[in-house]
């Protein structure tokens, strides 16, 4: 479910919240000078907020296969061994 959040969810609102904020910072300002059309949902640009979430929702789905993900067995650093030779490192797979 985290996994889940992180990946889509999260990247997919954050262009919505970023054009949230930037309306209510852009609403005082006005309200503070008495003058002009405050911004409002009705004049979002949907499309360019839902393409720019899906964008960052895909980037990060392919951030987290490329560099994230389970680790394909554990790692056993080079040793020496009873004979006095060395035996080099190796991923080992784990254990089910």
């Known amino acids: 479910m985290a996994r889940f959040l ?4 999260f990247p997919l609102l954050l262009p ?3 054009y949230a904020a930037w309306i209510a910072v852009r609403q005082r300002q006005l309200a503070r000078l008495g003058r002009g059309e405050p911004p409002g949902w009705g004049d979002a640009p949907w499309i360019w907020l839902l393409a720019f979430g899906a964008l960052l929702a895909v980037a990060a789905s392919m951030s987290a296969a490329l560099y994230g993900g389970d680790e394909p067995g554990v790692y056993v650093p080079p040793r020496m ?3 006095g030779q060395i035996i080099p490192g190796r991923i080992q797979p784990r254990q089910p």
């Open 81 to 83: 061994g009873p004979d």
């Open 6 to 9: 992180v990946q889509i969810v």
């Open 16 to 18: 919505f919240a970023i």
